[in-house]
T-cell receptor
Framework: RKEVEQDPGPFNVPEGATVAFNCTYS??????FFWYRQDCRKEPKLLMS???SGNEDGRFTAQLNRASQYISLLIRDSKLSDSATYLC????????????FGTGTLLAVQP | ETGVTQTPRHLVMGMTNKKSLKCEQH?????MYWYKQSAKKPLELMFV???????ENNSVPSRFSPECPNSSHLFLHLHTLQPEDSALYLC???????????????FGDGTRLSIL
């Protein structure tokens, strides 16, 4: 079983749509969670951290459900520029900041 | 503009060549990382340096040799690579390796490596 599991997609959505990604993690000791965005042939960039209480940044909302061990990302009012791969990331647990990355979910926003 | 810079951006080399990848971070971070990213696979952690000391080596073959001369610079020396080593190599940094949670890692642009 993958430590961080995501639906690879692609998710093809029209501009203006709301789209949600889910991610599950297997390590209950994981403390920190993040969503990264990776454009084609570019480096991953931090989109947002994910906190237990959930957090929102503009059109983006992240939620963490520790009981069910899943993380979600909601994107409202999708823009063409949102097209990218979204990486779900969890910490390995323990005393270090080792991160475990999912394979990513590809989003394609259509005009 | 990224606070982590990598050179070269692209590298094509033969299996017998020796080359080095360079990473520099301008963020004042104490931890630096090398990752390998292959198509349709998650990022694979290769090495971690904390305060210039190697603290993690994820069973990486010896044909990859990291070097961290100071807290801002990280190298990956390559020698006698195999075709399956062709991938995107990413450098990252974070404030610390030990301790506080919720420390994101910041990535460089990566070096796209092709082995002939």
């Amino acid at each position: 079983r993958k430590e961080v599991e995501q639906d690879p997609g692609p998710f093809n959505v029209p501009e203006g749509a709301t789209v949600a990604f889910n991610c599950t993690y297997s390590n209950s000791a994981s403390q920190s969670f993040f969503w990264y965005r990776q454009d084609c042939r570019k480096e991953p960039k931090l989109l947002m951290s994910v906190y237990s209480s959930g957090n929102e940044d503009g059109r983006f909302t992240a939620q963490l459900n520790r009981a069910s061990q899943y993380i979600s990302l909601l994107i409202r009012d999708s823009k063409l520029s949102d097209s990218a791969t979204y990486l779900c990331v969890g910490s390995y647990g323990g005393a270090t900041n080792k991160l475990i990355f999912g394979t990513g979910t590809l989003l394609a926003v259509q005009p | 503009e990224t606070g982590v810079t990598q050179t070269p951006r692209h590298l094509v080399m033969g299996m017998t060549n020796k080359k080095s990848l360079k990473c520099e971070q301008h963020l004042g971070h104490n931890a630096m990382y090398w990752y390998k990213q292959s198509a349709k696979k998650p990022l694979e952690l290769m090495f971690v340096y904390s305060l210039e000391e190697r603290v993690e080596n994820n069973s990486v073959p010896s044909r990859f040799s990291p070097e961290c001369p100071n807290s801002s610079h990280l190298f990956l020396h390559l020698h006698t690579l195999q075709p399956e080593d062709s991938a995107l190599y990413l450098c990252a940094s974070s404030q610390d390796w030990w301790g506080q949670p919720n420390q994101p890692q910041h990535f460089g642009d990566g070096t796209r490596l092709s082995i002939l």
